[in-house]
């Protein structure tokens, strides 16, 4: 049966799992199982969708990060260095004595992208990781 319910046991960080249950809670979930049903719809979606970036793309990455994180600001700064020809500006804002924000303006092929957007996003210690595309307009 495709439908067949499958159990799994997952390990969170504590704070992660109080701010999933006051989502879920607020969102009025039945249960823990139906928000993590949902929520790992949305991130075969957000997968899929991201497969789906090819061609000349315009766009933005968001990152959030705890700057204490050992090794991370290098990691971080490696990764762009290597990224030079997509990525066209950088703003970082610190956002308080641990927390970093950075900004990336990107330009270039959707592959190109989807590699940088997910090499930030496999980091330990970085956050929240969001990726914009555009298409240029054609002329
Ligand atoms: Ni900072």
Redesign the pocket.
Known sequence: MDNELMRIGVSLPESLLERFDSIISKRGYSSRSEGIRDAIRWYIRYYEWMSNIKGERFGTITLAYN?HQRGLVDQITEIEHEFIGTIQSTL?L?VDADN?FELVVIHGEGERIRELSEKLTALKGVKHVKLTTIVPEEK
Do not use: L, P, V
Request: hydrophobic fraction near 0%; glycine fraction near 0%.
């Open positions: 700057h970082h610190h970093c």
